[in-house]
């Protein structure tokens, strides 16, 4: 991991719905030394905006699925109306995406958005874009500039520094759309300079992923402002979950990136989790929630894990706040190993399960009960951390030697208890193991 690229810092929102900060570590204006703000995550509402009621609904769902920011889209006037009533029922940032006509961004700004986005492709007036820029700064509020590949033009008179610029990059087709984003973002800042205004955050989305690597990695050499990743048009979550993650693990884990919006044709609400899981995987951001660990099963496999790992998922998502690591393992052959460092673990066997939690063995149920009773420790081991009586991640009992080999089912079962028993596979987990039937 590199260390986050510095950049200035931009702040959105009131003391409603909470402040906040994206990007960081540049000197502030009072020459103080901004610390980079925790990398956020934003999503945009999927329905109608002027459907008052539907849309304070989705964006209270995505604010409870973790949203730090959510952004509507304002292309008519009634949108921009709709603002009004929504926004005192939310408790998020919302930004505002104007498309084609600056008096949306002005009217959404009176509406009370906190964050206007912007597309130079679509509002390109000079005059235009300072009225919006002048209400934004009247009120204190932050403007993405975004130049997302398909909404950027060819201009004749740019050929020869767009062919100077498309040398910087891998290839013909790629330089020459880098060179437009980056030639449109200077003469578009160039307007926001001449205004004295610098709360601006910069996004330049491509539906390839390489393009985006390359042009986020590239603008963060030319513009300190923070950035904003995506890929856009990723398409379904089964694939656009690849496209995003590729992309955008890449320059986080480079350094680069401040806020970031994974785009999916599905519920928002995935959008959320998956950048939520993003940012904690690459620790980015301290784990709100369980981190779920679980076997990805095999042929040895005894109980239904996969329905069991994706019931624990949500249990947990739902009634656990803190980041309590908790395996879920298919049996006791690669299991204690996988789910070294788990606080609540379970391993499944012979249409069992047998719980641990922090190395002690507390349970052994059948297959239909190992969901309500994983969720019973969980949350007791939960009210013993908030009570400082247990912390996480705290190893207490190394490995349990199993039950009488006798009492064990197939061969392998057999073979793997004696491996435990000759003290070599536990990996030194805190999480012990016992298998057999009760
Ligand atoms: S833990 Fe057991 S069931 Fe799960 S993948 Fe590993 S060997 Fe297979």
Redesign the pocket.
């Given at each position: 991991m590199n260390a986050r690229r510095p950049t200035r810092q931009v702040t959105i929102g009131d003391a409603r719905v909470g402040f906040v900060k994206i990007g960081g570590g540049k000197p502030d204006a009072s020459g103080r030394a901004t610390e980079p703000a925790p990398v956020s995550v934003q999503t945009m509402t999927t329905g109608y905006t002027y459907d008052i009621d539907a849309c304070v609904a989705e964006i209270n769902r995505l604010t409870a699925a973790g949203a730090d920011v959510v952004r509507v889209a304002v292309p008519e006037k009634k949108d921009t109306e709709a603002l009004k009533r929504i926004i005192p029922q939310v408790r998020v940032p919302i930004v505002a995406d104007v498309h084609f006509h600056f008096q949306r961004a002005l009217e959404a700004i009176e509406a009370g958005v906190h964050k206007i986005r912007l597309n130079p492709g679509n509002i390109s007036d000079r005059a235009q874009v300072t009225d919006v820029i002048q209400a934004c700064k009247a009120r204190g509020l932050p403007i993405r500039v975004g130049v997302n590949e398909g909404s950027i033009i060819e201009r004749k008179d740019k050929e020869r520094r767009l062919k100077e610029l498309g040398a910087f990059f891998s290839d013909n087709r790629r330089g020459y759309l880098l060179a437009i984003m980056i030639t449109k973002l200077e003469e578009y800042l160039d307007v926001f300079y001449e205004q004295d205004f610098y709360d601006v955050v910069i996004s330049a989305k491509s539906m390839d992923p390489v393009t985006v690597i390359e042009a986020y990695t590239e603008i963060s050499k030319r513009f300190d402002h923070p950035l904003h990743l995506g890929v856009t048009h990723a398409g379904p979550k089964e694939t656009g979950c690849i496209r995003s993650v590729v992309a955008l693990g890449t320059l986080l884990a480079g350094g680069i990136g401040d806020t970031i919006r994974i785009s999916y044709a599905s519920d928002a609400v995935y959008e959320v989790e998956d950048g939520l899981e993003l940012v904690y995987s690459l620790g980015l951001r301290e784990r709100k929630g369980v981190e779920l660990i679980a076997?990805?099963?095999?042929?040895?496999?005894q109980v239904d894990?996969i329905s069991l790992v994706q019931d624990v998922r949500k249990k947990l998502s739902a009634e656990v706040a803190l980041p309590i690591k908790v395996a879920v393992?298919?049996?006791?052959?690669?299991?204690p190993g996988?789910a070294e460092g788990a606080d609540v673990a379970v391993f499944?066997g012979d249409r069992r399960g047998i719980i641990y939690v922090q190395g002690e063995r507390v349970a052994n149920v059948p297959e239909e009960q190992i969901l309500d009773r994983l969720l019973i420790e969980c949350k007791q081991f939960e009210a013993r951390v908030q009570r400082g009586e247990a912390r996480l991640g705290e190893k207490k009992v190394d490995i349990v030697p199993p039950d009488p080999i006798g009492a064990l089912g197939s061969g392998w079962e057999k073979m793997a208890a004696e491996k435990l028993r000759a003290g070599g596979e536990d990996g030194g987990t805190g999480v012990a193991l016992t298998v057999g039937r009760s």
């Open positions: 076997c990805p099963t095999c042929g040895r496999i894990l393992m298919g049996c006791i052959v690669n299991g996988e499944a």
